[in-house]
């Protein structure tokens, strides 16, 4: 178990190296922060001394090395565009993506476990086809379609809801929904399939021809071997909570990690982009790994295998 | 325990009422209205400081609601000069000019502006740090006294050099008494106040900066003049501004105006319908039917004191010969474009001047008429062979950006120019050295009533062109010094002309395809009228609510 975690922490920490490699390679060389961060209409001695501020008159390596020394250090710099320290920039919006992503996870799970379950214990009825049509629908409906379908609805037409920003709770409404519904369709579609290939296993036949009534074989053999690639995208949805809301974000006008994403990104603004990378890369790294152990849990065949491996 | 009980729900409930009545009482006696606008973005910088924010966007939170100069713009009228915190101004020498400022104008602090707050304004801890003025490749050296401020020890090297480039060879300011000072110039300069009424130039409170604890935390929350102070600004978020009642303007109609930053178009037209905000900024062209058709919304705008422009990089194997870039600009039919993609809405100008350059401006002058066959002629008369000429391109940077680009590779394609569109990502992208760059998209505005602003600034020896390889001509340079620093305005408007004859046709440097336009859309019964400009004016003359 010990070689597993170590191995698993190890690979975790290649991963994080990559990314920030990556992301410094294709960010510097694809544009200018000075550039983009002074606008092209600033004069050319502005771009110049800010150039020069912020080392980035210095060679690419030069750059690389000195960032990289400064995150060992536990520095993950300051942002070009803001002054403040990147860390703190995205900290603040860490709440305000949160308040979407988390209460959009509840409904992925309450909407579309059940419905999935429903629709494969159902199979072919009009219940099933009619969950699997929604399912479809919010599984290829994009979300900023989805999300400005609502705000028409809603916000213009009804006049019920706001259509962007954060002023109260009743502004979180729409994007919470926007997101929830893609992904309760996903999740509906995973189940359904997991759920029909076990209902359709030996052992399943097995233990009702021993008299187990259908419900308790339901319970106690079908949902739990169902549950392992549900898990899996759980983990996946878990995993991007702090960076899955980029698009509804912009189309909510919602101040989280996602919208400053996009506007780093576009600034070249480094060490925001870096930081919220990093968070996301360990965020992912962390529920992967939790997901792995989960496994080990549901599937006793899987718990022995990694104490094979301790 | 009861009377312990009672006492707290009674201290309680005193508390309540003590911090909810006060306000109620304020919200009651102050009825002016509060407004909210949907922009694209409120600051490119994350600051509020006009030495920082060099883009258009920022000219709309900034002016006329946070920032004054000693001299303003007539911001509804022709955006000529008008007193603005100096109520009189008047030449000493071709060097100096002396500025009455205007009694009793409170900043934000409550404090009054004096001498000191302008001497302040342009010294080097706000202003010009280390930088020196120069004049003439000349460096002048200047003593002033630096005082320490926190705000002033971590001055971003930028900002400096924009207020260099704004005000190269500005010496000092002098303090003549309290309501008085004199600008000393290192050489002759006619556009003196022209560069006094320019983006940069604003008057700051020299107690709000040196309390700030840093400049950023300065640049966020400036202390100005203006009808509006900053109340509170979350960059990328909302910029809310509240009325400054002892404005020397009169008291501001709103009590407050927010600034919401909403990227998407639909969700800034969706929120306006929708009655969340009153104003919503950025409208392109294509959307402004469907939002009239709606009779409760209208959108006003138009064009801005600013052009569009193609450039041209004359080192390219096919742009070299001046011939075919000429071809390029014969080849365009700029009202043809005005009318299908901005239905009409802006103009084709007379080249890089506009009118409030007063007498500088060159009524006669026109941009290379639309001419096909003169544009064939030229390319056979190059020898061009139909090699392929890369056109760098930003998605929709600018309005309308990229139907643009596609139309004009279709015009210069039936004189037989073999454009071909490469799209970009960005500036430095675009601006990049490495071969390829040929033909690419900018826009131009001039920041004072004078050509020095504009065709000197951006295509003189320092401006952009020159300045990332694109284009030089030695003939160009020399008279840019001229226009600079002559006196004489007859000559000077005569090397404007030729300016204009080198850059747009002997030795083409850009060619100007039409003025640039904003619209804004907002609730068609609030009587207030749209500026010819970004920014958005809403002082008592130009409200009713």
């Given at each position: 178990m010990l070689r597993f975690l170590s191995l698993r922490l190890g690979r975790s920490l290649l991963t994080l190296v990559l990314v920030v490699t990556f992301a410094f390679v294709v960010l510097r060389l694809s544009g200018d922060p000075a550039l983009l961060i002074m606008s092209a209409d600033a004069p050319p001695e502005a771009i110049a001394a800010f150039r020069r501020a912020w080392g980035l008159d210095d060679p690419l390596w030069v750059q690389y090395v000195r960032y990289f020394g400064a995150i060992f250090q536990g520095d993950l710099g300051n942002s070009m565009?803001?002054?403040?320290?990147a860390i703190s920039l995205v900290g603040e919006r860490i709440p305000a993506t949160l308040a979407l992503t988390v209460p959009a996870l509840l409904i992925k799970l309450c909407l579309g476990i059940p419905a999935g379950v429903y629709a494969a214990l159902h199979r072919n009825s009009l219940a099933d086809r009619a969950v699997m049509l929604l399912a479809v629908a919010g599984f290829t409906v994009p979300s900023f379609v989805l999300g400005l379908l609502l705000v028409l609805l809603f916000?213009?037409?009804?006049?019920?809801?706001?259509?962007?920003?954060?002023?109260?709770?009743?502004?979180?409404i729409l994007p919470v929904i926007t997101l929830g519904l893609g992904g309760a369709a996903v999740l509906a579609r995973f189940t359904r399939s997991a759920m029909l290939e076990v209902l359709g296993q030996p052992y399943m036949r097995t233990a009702l021809a021993k008299g187990v009534p259908w419900g308790v074989a339901v319970r106690g053999h079908a949902l739990p071997n169902a549950a392992i690639p549900t898990v899996t995208i759980v983990g996946f949805m878990i995993g991007s909570l702090?960076?899955?809301?980029v698009v509804v974000e912009s189309v909510f006008s919602w101040p989280g990690v996602g919208r400053l994403l996009v506007v780093a990104v576009a600034n070249r603004d480094l060490a925001v982009v870096q930081a919220i990378l990093l968070l996301v890369a360990a965020t992912m790294i962390t529920a992967n790994l939790v997901v792995d152990l989960l496994y080990g849990v549901l599937d006793p065949r899987l718990r022995n295998g990694m104490r094979g491996t301790a | 325990m009861m009377t312990h009980r009672r006492s707290l729900l009674l201290g309680a409930g005193g508390a309540l009422g003590l911090s909810t009545l006060p306000r109620f009482a304020i919200a009651q006696g102050d009825n002016r209205p509060s407004i909210a606008i949907a922009v694209q973005k409120i600051s490119n910088s994350n600051t509020l400081e006009v030495l920082r924010e060099q883009s258009n966007v920022g000219e709309r939170v900034l002016f006329s609601s946070l920032w004054e100069g000693l001299i303003g713009r007539d911001w509804l009228g022709g955006l000529g000069a008008v007193p603005e915190l100096a109520t009189e101004w008047k030449r000493i020498s071709d060097q100096v000019v002396e500025l009455k400022l205007r009694p009793g104008v409170k900043f934000h602090n409550g404090d009054e502006m004096t001498a000191e707050d302008v001497v302040f304004s342009f010294g080097p801890e706000r202003m010009f740090g280390d930088t020196n003025p120069t004049a003439q490749g000349r460096t002048i050296s200047v003593s002033g006294d630096r005082i320490p401020t926190r705000a002033g020890r971590d001055l971003p090297a930028e900002v400096p050099a924009v207020a260099r480039r704004s005000w190269?060879?500005?010496?000092r300011v002098e303090i003549v008494d309290k309501h008085t000072v004199r600008f000393h110039n290192a050489t002759p300069d006619v556009t003196l106040e022209g560069r006094l009424s320019r983006y940069g130039s604003q008057i700051i409170s020299k107690r709000g900066y040196i309390e700030a604890e840093t400049w950023f935390e300065w640049a966020r929350k400036p202390i100005l003049t203006g009808p509006y102070k900053v109340a509170e600004f979350r960059p990328d978020q909302v910029l809310r501004l509240v009325a400054h009642d002892e404005y020397w303007g009169g008291?501001?109609?709103?009590r407050e105006i927010r600034f919401i930053e909403v990227p998407e178009v639909s969700a800034r037209i969706n929120m306006l319908r929708s009655g969340e905000v009153q104003f919503a900024c950025d409208i392109p062209p294509d959307q402004i039917e469907g939002v009239e058709g709606d009779r409760r919304f209208e959108v006003q705008g138009g064009t801005i004191l600013n052009h569009r422009l193609t450039c041209f990089d004359k080192n390219h194997p096919q742009l070299v010969d001046p011939r075919v870039r000429r071809a390029f600009t014969h080849a365009i039919d700029r009202q043809a474009i005005v009318d299908s993609l901005w239905s009409g809405r802006t103009v084709v100008p007379k080249?890089?001047?506009?009118?409030?350059?007063?007498?500088?401006?060159?009524?006669d002058w026109a941009v290379p008429n639309y001419d096909p066959a003169e544009a064939q002629r030229l390319l056979k008369e190059a020898g061009y062979k139909g090699d392929p000429i890369p056109y760098r391109l930003l998605n929709n940077y600018y309005t309308n950006q990229t139907p643009t680009a596609q139309v004009l590779v279709e015009m210069w394609k039936q004189v037989g120019l073999n454009v071909q569109i490469e799209m970009k990502e960005n500036w430095s992208q675009l601006l990049s050295?490495?071969?390829?760059?040929?033909v690419r998209d900018w826009s131009n505005s001039a920041?004072?009533?004078?050509?020095v602003s504009s065709i000197v600034n951006q295509?003189?020896?320092?401006?952009q062109q020159q300045q990332v390889g694109e284009w030089s001509n030695e003939e160009m340079n020399r008279i840019s010094v001229e226009l600079e620093t002559s006196t004489d305005r007859a000559r000077r408007k005569q090397v404007f002309r030729r300016m204009l004859e080198i850059c747009?046709?002997?030795?083409?440097?850009y060619t100007v395809l039409h003025q640039n336009a904003t619209f804004t859309a907002k609730r068609?019964?609030?009587?207030w009228k749209a500026a010819p400009a970004f920014a958005m004016d809403f002082r008592a003359g130009n409200w009713k609510g």
């Open positions: 565009r803001d002054g403040r320290s916000a213009v037409q009804l006049g019920w809801l706001p259509s962007g920003g954060q002023e109260s709770w009743r502004h979180a702090l960076a899955g809301a | 190269p060879a500005l010496e008291r501001p109609p709103l080249g890089l001047q506009w009118e409030y350059y007063g007498d500088m401006f060159v009524a050295r490495e071969p390829g760059r040929a920041p004072f009533n004078d050509p295509h003189g020896p320092n401006g747009e046709r002997e030795d083409p440097a068609r019964d609030i009587g």
